[in-house]
């Protein structure tokens, strides 16, 4: 009986890993967007490592729990030899991770406000300028704008105030573009690609069209 208990045992614990690892999981994706918590988004980075973990504490509790059934050896095969390459093939085609960080800089008389600007993809590169507001706990992000294009791309951010951001195109108009920032640390608009599509969208990232 107490082979049996210590079997159930580490079959629950098993399996309770593997839930909170799917619920950091969710949480990371449902913060991504607009105002997302800085403090979740190795989840949304690491999600392919995060959904692996996932399917060998699944396929464990299987082998520990189903020891004296035929499906035993069925179940954890699929896991493991289907599911984890699944997974992977999946997320690889789903997300990108060639991305860096170009600049950031501090907003003037806000400590806990600055201005990130990031660069996606070495060929027909894409830049975002993202505010980031809040401690180090409660720290979230709101993307400002996006543009693409080498030459006439975003070329330079700066802070105009505090509340007021500056976004600077290449080529040979120089166009530039201001976004107001709220309190909250929300952009009043977000542009996209030079064309302002959205005005006050404050609950979620902008899609281009």
Known sequence: MSFIRE?????????TLAFLLITTALAGAATGGQGGLMLLSWTREQVLLLAGVILILLAAAVLRGLAKSPLRTALATLLLFLGVPSTWIGGTLLLDHDEW????QAAPDRGDRRLVMVQYHDF???RCLYVHQGGLLGERRWKVGCFMGEED???DTMWVSSDRVRMTLGGTTQESYEVTILPSGQPENVLLYGSLI??????GECQSP
């Open 153 to 155: 791309g975003l070329r």
């Open 7 to 15: 079997r159930r045992r580490s079959v629950f614990l098993l399996l």
């Open 101 to 104: 960080e170009v600049k950031t």
């Open 124 to 126: 027909d590169p894409e």
């Open 198 to 203: 959205c005005p006050g969208d404050l609950r």
